[in-house]
């Protein structure tokens, strides 16, 4: 009985060792934020505006977005929070979703744009020859677990 006890206390704490490794690694790895001029310069040239709500019907409290996107011909520039996580991705959509099930369903309409690396404040430059303009909502998605952070619609 004593084994077991030990057993399972140890494997509770590595569980929690872990998950807490996974949520603060990409805290304590983030390259610096880009700061409030970097961000207007996007937002100086921006074609699109928009705004990630953080009660969105597939968000929660440790996945979700709460700030203002600016979409130029080049670069998503962002100002604001999002949840801290591991390999987010930046997508271009031509349909807004806003829960797991309909991002995937839809994943095959959109351009992943770049790497989230920050999470107060972010800027992804756009591949060439994407234009924004072809699409009207960007999201936020975990590549890693699958999981939707944020959306906003832009137009």
Partial sequence: MKKLLLLLTHGLC????????????PILTQPPAPDDKQIGE?????????HFQPNLEGSDALHFGDGTFYISDKAVSFAGRIAPGPDYRLYLSPVFVETKAAFEA????????????????????????????????????????????????YQ
């Fill in 106 to 153: 839809n994943k095959d309409k959109m351009v992943q744009a770049g790497e989230v690396r920050t999470f107060n404040n972010f800027m992804v430059d756009l591949p060439a020859g994407t234009d924004p303009g072809d699409y009207n909502s960007v999201i936020i998605w975990c590549e890693s677990f699958s999981i939707f952070i944020t959306a906003g619609r």
């Fill in 42 to 50: 996007v937002a100086a040239e921006a074609r699109f505006t928009g």
């Fill in 14 to 25: 590595l569980g929690i060792g872990f998950a807490a490794g996974i949520y603060l690694l």
